[in-house]
């Protein structure tokens, strides 16, 4: 068996945020208190490169990353250290303003970050106003940082990404490489009736290993469970998938494997 070598690390550095989002894939809020030190950080990474050293990209995400303070700023020091590129994904709650923002990701650039990811939408903005993403873009983006934020798209969103795309105060930046912006799914998981034993459940779907009470354990790779299916193996294992009009690639299955019993 061929394996890939890992080229990327992502690092929950913390749980504790400063918005409490429907639907967060981790559960974060400002009540969590749960967080990485430096050394415990530094060790992660230490025997994660022991282990793959095709790594080439270290991610600091949370929860709230900024909330480490110089925890984060020493991380992403080591990280560069070592010669490996880092990421921050953030809400930017501590860009109030432009000059805060660039004096917050000047420190940051010169300790060797090389990209910023944001976070917004509609339940974000409940608690980071929308200002705050566009305060924090021109900051990275003047800093020559690469630069992404990723919009919750659910059925019911009011906050879209052509607003960013067409606000006056980012359009000197819209034909630069190092600028993306775009929609992620975001689907909010029912804690009474789905339990996440190890994965992630939220942003871009549901995978991982959860709990049902009707169907007990199972594997999930769902994008949307309004188009989701379950398989159940020979062994017992169950696995709960999802695709693009989920009746018509149910029903060329189903006859598939009529015919292949006959």
């Not at 110089?70 to 990421?87: C, E, G, I, Q, T």
């Not at 432009?98 to 917004?120: D, F, P, Q, V």
């Not at 804690?191 to 009707?214: E, L, M, T």
């Not at 020979?234 to 299955?253: I, Q």
């Amino acid at each position: 068996m061929k394996y890939i070598d890992p080229k990327s690390l992502t690092i929950i550095t913390t749980y504790s945020c400063t918005a409490a989002c429907k639907g967060c894939c981790f559960g974060c809020s400002p009540k969590r208190k749960e967080k990485l030190s430096f050394v415990e950080i530094k060790n992660i990474i230490d025997d994660f490169l022991k282990e793959f050293p095709s790594i080439e990209v270290i991610i600091f995400t949370g929860g709230e990353p900024f909330l480490l303070g110089d925890d984060l700023l020493k991380a992403v020091k080591y990280a560069s250290s070592l010669h490996k590129m880092s990421r921050i994904v953030s809400n930017a709650y501590w860009a109030k303003n432009y000059k805060t923002a660039y004096c917050m990701l000047r420190k940051y650039k010169e300790s060797g970050l090389c990209e910023i990811n944001y976070s917004t939408g509609d339940s974000h903005q409940e608690y980071v106003p929308y200002d705050n993403i566009v305060f924090a873009c021109r900051a990275a983006l003047d800093l020559s940082l690469s630069t992404g934020v990723n919009v919750e798209t659910h059925e019911c969103k009011k906050f879209h990404t052509k607003t960013l795309q067409s606000d006056v105060r980012l359009l000197k930046y819209e034909t630069r490489k190092n600028f993306w912006i775009k929609s992620g799914l975001w689907i909010p998981i029912d804690s009474s009736c789905d339990v996440r034993v190890c994965g992630i459940g939220g942003v871009c779907g549901f995978i991982g290993r959860f709990y049902n009470k009707k169907i007990g354990y199972y594997t999930s790779y769902v994008g949307d469970y309004s188009q989701a299916f379950l398989v159940k193996k020979c062994n017992g294992r169950k696995y709960v998938f999802s695709c693009e009009d989920r009746d018509n690639f149910l029903s060329v299955l189903k006859n598939k494997l009529m015919n292949e019993k006959h």
